[in-house]
């Protein structure tokens, strides 16, 4: 009896069906041979080169991921906009995004998003919010993050998910990490508890990190640190006032530079919580400012931010928070201690911005 199927039965089978296109972490293989992947800030696959370092692939898109123009020289690959799979069968041309199909030549989805009651405010059937240049389409499930690599050349690197689809994501470490690799491993989805922790860090995505990317640009422009918070539900953060520019004073001979801000001061008035069981994050940005041989802008928590976070915990706030340093491009995370430093461009990618 002919199987008509080519996806069944056996991995050897699978192979053969697809061309033995097998992807890894650089591009694929495929008839014994490496293929890699080079890339633009979204993720989208603009060449494809050979082992010689001959571009085998060209790639071109219109705004909302429609092939301008492809060349292809040698073998054949289904990944393109978005490092998403193309679908060009019975010539619909839709992009496999894993929770729904995508045509981007309407630049919509035939199918609603399973998130669309958390963005009520967007049309079900949107792409990326409308602003494919801007942002990048998750796949709807919550990523799970760790750090990964060797003594300066760590980054972070996506080790798995919760098979949930709540718009979060997750930084983790130690034995969190250890599980959640090792459910990836066996193929499950990793089912144990994300809550906040010294292991767990929550990232924010959607609008709660384009406000935090939009405090980040204002205190670019000023020189001011910027912060702000959101309470859980709150699809928007509220942005505290700017604080003052940075000082210098001298301390037992010492000279101090500074920049602050009041934390949860919002107009003029302090909306700092007595009960902050519901509070979901809090955050604030070091500025690139210099003052005669002092130089400010890292990410490394003041003493004063620790105890403000002290300060909440004792309130009932079971989360971390995060510094964004200005000058050297990195973010802190910390409770009463420092957990962890990642770049900024890692902490985007966590949260959905770019790929």
């Given at each position: 009896?002919?199987?008509?199927?080519p996806y069944?039965?056996?991995?050897?089978?699978?192979?053969?069906?697809?061309?033995?296109?097998?992807?890894?972490?650089?591009?694929?293989?495929?008839?014994?041979?490496?293929?890699?992947?080079?890339?633009?800030?979204?993720?989208?696959?603009?060449?494809?080169?050979?082992?010689?370092?001959?571009?085998?692939?060209?790639?071109?898109?219109?705004?909302?991921?429609?092939?301008?123009a492809?060349?292809?020289?040698?073998?054949?690959?289904?990944?393109?906009?978005?490092?998403?799979?193309?679908?060009?069968?019975?010539?619909?041309?839709?992009?496999?995004?894993?929770?729904?199909?995508?045509?981007?030549?309407?630049?919509?989805?035939?199918?609603?998003?399973?998130?669309?009651?958390?963005?009520?405010?967007?049309?079900?059937?949107?792409?990326?919010?409308?602003?494919?240049?801007?942002?990048?389409?998750?796949?709807?499930?919550?990523?799970?993050?760790?750090?990964?690599?060797?003594?300066?050349?760590?980054h972070?690197?996506?080790?798995?998910?919760?098979?949930?689809?709540?718009?979060?994501?997750?930084?983790?470490?130690g034995?969190?990490?250890?599980?959640?690799?090792?459910?990836?491993?066996?193929?499950?989805?990793?089912?144990?508890?994300?809550?906040?922790?010294?292991?767990?860090?929550?990232?924010?995505?959607?609008?709660?990190?384009?406000?935090?990317?939009?405090?980040?640009?204002?205190?670019?422009a000023?020189?001011?640190?910027?912060?702000?918070?959101?309470?859980?539900?709150?699809?928007?953060?509220?942005?505290?006032?700017?604080?003052?520019?940075?000082?210098?004073?001298?301390?037992?001979?010492?000279?101090?530079?500074?920049?602050?801000?009041?934390?949860?001061v919002?107009?003029?008035?302090?909306?700092?919580?007595?009960?902050?069981?519901?509070l979901?994050?809090w955050?604030?940005?070091?500025?690139?400012?210099?003052?005669?041989?002092?130089?400010l802008?890292?990410?490394?928590?003041?003493?004063?931010?620790?105890?403000f976070q002290?300060?909440?915990?004792?309130?009932?706030?079971?989360?971390?928070t995060?510094?964004?340093?200005?000058?050297?491009?990195?973010?802190?995370?910390f409770?009463?201690?420092?957990?962890?430093?990642?770049?900024?461009?890692?902490?985007?990618k966590?949260?959905?911005?770019?790929?």
């Amino acid at each position: 009896m002919t199987d008509s199927n080519p996806y069944r039965h056996t991995k050897k089978r699978l192979m053969k069906a697809v061309g033995a296109h097998m992807p890894c972490s650089c591009g694929y293989m495929q008839d014994g041979g490496l293929y890699f992947y080079i890339k633009d800030y979204q993720g989208n696959v603009r060449v494809v080169l050979n082992q010689a370092n001959q571009p085998v692939e060209v790639n071109s898109y219109y705004p909302y991921g429609g092939l301008m123009a492809a060349t292809t020289t040698e073998g054949s690959q289904p990944y393109k906009y978005s490092t998403k799979e193309l679908d060009r069968e019975n010539g619909l041309d839709l992009y496999d995004s894993k929770t729904r199909m995508y045509d981007p030549t309407i630049g919509r989805t035939p199918t609603q998003d399973p998130m669309a009651e958390k963005y009520y405010s967007l049309s079900p059937y949107a792409w990326c919010a409308g602003n494919p240049i801007r942002l990048v389409d998750l796949d709807g499930k919550d990523p799970i993050y760790a750090k990964k690599g060797f003594l300066f050349w760590k980054h972070v690197e996506l080790i798995g998910d919760d098979g949930k689809q709540s718009s979060n994501s997750y930084l983790v470490r130690g034995n969190v990490q250890k599980n959640v690799e090792a459910a990836t491993k066996n193929g499950e989805k990793y089912n144990g508890d994300l809550s906040e922790s010294n292991d767990v860090i929550l990232i924010p995505t959607g609008q709660l990190l384009n406000d935090v990317i939009q405090s980040v640009n204002d205190t670019k422009a000023s020189g001011k640190e910027n912060g702000g918070h959101a309470y859980s539900g709150d699809n928007n953060a509220t942005r505290w006032d700017e604080g003052s520019y940075a000082t210098q004073e001298i301390q037992e001979n010492a000279t101090i530079t500074k920049a602050s801000l009041s934390p949860f001061v919002v107009g003029g008035n302090n909306v700092e919580p007595k009960d902050s069981s519901n509070l979901k994050i809090w955050w604030h940005v070091h500025p690139k400012v210099t003052i005669g041989e002092a130089t400010l802008g890292n990410s490394i928590p003041s003493e004063n931010d620790k105890n403000f976070q002290t300060k909440m915990q004792s309130r009932g706030y079971t989360g971390n928070t995060f510094v964004i340093g200005a000058g050297s491009n990195t973010v802190t995370f910390f409770n009463k201690r420092t957990l962890m430093t990642v770049s900024w461009k890692d902490f985007l990618k966590m949260g959905g911005y770019i790929k």
